[in-house]
């Protein structure tokens, strides 16, 4: 879970008119920047209105992993600590993991307005004071500023950013699957990482070796985490995945992905991957 570093409350006062309102927000920076005014969500090219903090250190991934689960991974490529923690409608409790967002800000005269690509990695449970909230790494929060502007930017306080969420792009890349360390011969749990397109999954089946026919679906553990817990019975590797992603509902099969002979704590590389 993203550690918030401060909280600050304000109870501004217009005495004009006698109105006496209340905000609280959450984010790492020391300074508020209170000029900062709401974005404009542009229909026509997709954006969206959304707050903006980081957390974690100036140049890193926020977490290691994080709400999801995904560990030291987020520091690597092809995360390479470009990465956020969503507010509780992109979090959604985990099954947004994995998804991408463009983000880009112009309300500071530290932003350069051009967009940055971030990963869901992690949650931001308290950041609700927007319907839409991005927590970011360091390091992503860095990437929206003009050259040599970035700690100016970090300490401008909650940013009005726009966004929108775009197809996950991993060159190269097929989708990994890191047995939980606690799965065991009647219980398999894996972690899901760099799904291309969606990237999040809206539902995970396991087809055993000798069953050629049926899927059993797995659960959201938590995170990028599926389960499947057969009630006492053997599972019968190698097993076969389905994915399906979350928006687009499209379908792949890694094939005998988790071999006879498979072990918690391993990770095993697919050879299939999302068109993105």
Request: net charge negative; aromatic share 10%.
């Amino acid at each position: 879970m993203a550690v918030r570093q401060n909280v600050f409350c304000f109870l501004p006062i217009v005495a004009t008119f006698s109105i006496l309102f209340n905000s609280c927000y959450c984010f790492y920076p020391k300074l508020l920047n209170i000029n900062a005014s709401l974005a404009v969500s542009d229909d026509q090219s997709g954006w969206s209105p959304a707050g903006a903090t980081w957390y974690g250190g100036s140049k890193g991934a926020g977490t290691d992993g994080g709400a999801c689960g995904y560990g030291d991974s987020v520091e690597r490529p092809p995360f390479s600590s470009m990465v956020s923690a969503g507010g509780p409608s992109i979090f959604k409790s985990g099954i947004g993991c994995g998804a991408c967002y463009e983000v880009k800000c112009s309300t500071n005269s530290a932003c350069s307005g051009n967009p940055v690509t971030v990963v869901i990695t992690d949650e931001c449970p308290g950041c609700v004071s927007e319907s839409v909230h991005f927590d970011l790494s360091g390091t992503s929060i860095g990437a929206m500023a003009k050259s040599g502007l970035a700690d100016l930017l970090r300490n401008a306080g909650i940013l009005q950013v726009q966004y929108k969420k775009v197809d996950c792009k991993y060159p190269g890349t097929t989708i990994a699957f890191h047995v939980d360390p606690g799965s065991d011969p009647n219980y398999f749990a894996t972690l899901i990482e760099y799904t291309n397109g969606d990237g999040d999954l809206a539902s995970v089946d396991l087809k055993q070796a000798l069953d050629t026919d049926g899927w059993q679906p797995m659960q959201q553990s938590w995170g990028a985490v599926w389960k499947l817990d057969s009630a006492g019975s053997t599972l019968l590797p190698p097993f076969s995945l389905r994915l399906t992603s979350l928006d687009s509902r499209k379908t792949i099969v890694a094939t005998a992905v988790i071999p006879a002979g498979w072990e918690p704590g391993k990770t095993y590389r697919s050879v299939v991957n999302f068109n993105p």
